[in-house]
């Protein structure tokens, strides 16, 4: 039974939903008996996006900020949670180690930190905060809009354990996303709970085994409601390295996204769906939005190629603060589209069908982690 | 360190209050590690009193009714708190077999069931009502204010196990406090679980008993705190069996009052307290608020035994109704008073300093169990 869209873009997602509704006790059933077989990260943020007539998630965020973004009431949720976590990993433990981003001076940021810390004392742990920044060689204020502050202090590494001044942790919780690789000192921690694991980082982690993944669960989760799986599923394809400026890669982006593209047209005529299909190319590595850009049209890659093959570095600026400005655009109509609560707003991912393909850009991981 | 009351009535509890929001990851880590010694309830709901200087708990309830007060802020947590129960004790339970009370008749009752059921389907089983009642023989539709209904099915017990009709659960909740007994039907149940389990009832459990032991926990979280525990427990005292018509066990009741008033009169000059001491008096058995008194002298209580002594039935039934207007007064006493919230407004039972005195009488269980 698959839910059939004719002209209305509400019906399916109706549809879909009463189906959800419906199935709770079963829904809920399958998820206590994955997560026996399965670990559940320790926390994450999923950005889903509701295009009316799919709803699917286009990012999953292991180290997840915005943890300020909670309204006051899901407040005890998250304290009940992270008192259930703690139980199952360390119920003994007194203290707990928090490794923030090292951006000090993102007070969105910071207020995120201070929120977790919150969460974290109140579900019965001594919290306190320990910088991977190096140049912080003693405990550190950093104040916060509300007046209060935030104290960071140099990490205190022994052979098998980490902590700091007096202050001896049973768990080590990441809120550092490792973009900027694995820190030597993070490292062989055999004694102590280090959560997410390292591998979890974006120095290992890749998009696109995210996304392979999620495929088997979205149809494993489909075939329990009895309905299509693409509902729930982003397709993707996946390039190896791909770099504008020389043209390599370019092909693969070129061949995939136009595949792509045809997948989903044949998806939108199965149901009815008058819209122009679209995708998004970005990297497959790293939690930063910038170099995200929507693609309607395979030629557009191969301009952008083109250009960026025969343009100086003044004209490639140009275009990188463009594409910045294709990104806020695509922003601004996720504004008017989203009907989906969005915890973690920082990545400016998108939209209906959206393919993982990995483009090679280090250097677009330098902005701000969690700007809106 | 203990606090001081010298003029203010407000003034300690506050003190207190501060004390515990000070020392709130020590207090949940102590729950943590008390958690891992014992089994706690699957749920209770408590009564907790404020009188300003002191705030304890006076009842504890191991069937609680009431869920429909949950306002719908705490429903997603008490979903939470279900699906970790679940998880624990039954995590590929697909069914839960819930048997409430038998006073079919009270709305205030069955949409406490109704929003049990909500919770535990919330948190992924399917939830069928089986009844007590022997005269229900076949599935019955039960009507609610809000137009919808419950279905009460009869049980079906197989030499292992208890279920209904096509209907074999993991686990059996019981909403029914036993009261009436132990009925056959649920003794023997070993291939299920049975929660609460069946020494909890007031077929055996004793209010004596229960204070006994919540004086040995406030005595250690008192010690962590560094408060005197006498600020969160009651202080009570037991008499055996005791009956008004002939006088049993009048003297323990009196000699057991006057002790415990001079205790209290002690503690309220210690701490400044210019209010005049009273106790409770109730049945050390059983839910229902009917037949508690409040004395403020122990003739009060010799009087009464003396009126029942000498009274005829029709004399009788009136100071029945007599104390059951005292009963409505003191209620009304605490409607004001009371600063906390109290999610079981079952129990009539009150006050700052109340003692828990065996009164024998077993007629005063018909009452609803629900009345507000």
New interface residues.
């Given amino acids: 039974m698959v839910p059939h869209l004719v002209t209305a873009l509400t019906g399916p997602i109706n549809e879909l939903e009463q189906r959800i509704l419906d199935s709770?006790?079963?829904?809920?059933?399958w998820?206590?008996?994955e997560?026996?077989e399965h670990t559940p990260p320790f926390y994450t943020s999923v950005d889903v996006r509701n295009a009316g007539f799919k709803l699917a998630p286009v990012d999953t965020n292991l180290f997840p900020g915005g943890f300020n973004n909670l309204t006051e009431?899901m407040l005890?949720?998250a304290v009940?949670?992270a008192?259930?976590a703690?139980?199952k990993i360390c119920?003994?433990?007194?203290n707990l180690l928090l490794i923030p981003e090292k951006h000090t001076r993102n007070t969105f940021y910071l207020t995120n930190v201070q929120r977790l810390m919150q969460i974290f004392?109140?579900?019965?742990?001594?919290v306190r905060l320990g910088t991977l920044d190096e140049t912080i060689a003693a405990p550190t204020e950093i104040a916060l809009p509300d007046g209060s502050s935030l104290k960071l202090e140099p990490l205190v590494r022994t052979r098998g354990r980490l902590g700091l001044k007096d202050f001896d942790p049973c768990t080590i919780l990441l809120n550092n996303d490792l973009s900027a690789g694995i820190p030597k000192v993070l490292e062989n921690l055999h004694e102590q709970y280090l959560l997410p694991p390292l591998h979890a980082g974006w120095a290992v982690r890749r998009k696109t085994n995210h996304f392979q993944a999620y495929e088997e669960v979205a149809k494993k989760f489909a075939k329990l409601l009895g309905m299509d799986p693409w509902l729930i599923n982003p397709m993707f394809a996946r390039c190896g390295e791909v770099n504008f400026s020389d043209g390599t890669g370019a092909d693969c982006l070129m061949s995939n996204a136009e595949a792509l593209l045809g997948k989903i047209r044949r998806k939108y005529k199965e149901y009815g769906i008058n819209e122009k299909p679209f995708i998004i190319v970005k990297a497959d590595a790293g939690t930063y939005g910038m170099g995200i850009m929507t693609v309607r049209d395979p030629k557009e890659l191969a301009e952008l190629s083109l250009a960026h093959t025969v343009g100086n570095a003044v004209e490639n600026a140009y275009r990188r603060s463009d594409l910045f400005e294709r990104r806020r655009a695509l922003m601004q109509d996720w504004a008017a589209w989203c009907a989906v609560v969005q915890p973690d707003t920082e990545e400016a991912s998108a939209v209906g069908d959206e393919p993982e393909l990995e483009v090679a850009d280090a250097g677009e991981h330098d902005g701000a982690r969690s700007a809106p």
Same sequence: chains 1, 2.
């Fill in positions: 709770m006790p079963a829904i809920e059933r998820f206590r008996l997560w026996m009431e005890p949720l009940q949670a008192m259930a703690i139980e119920p003994e433990a007194k004392t109140q579900a019965g742990l001594n």
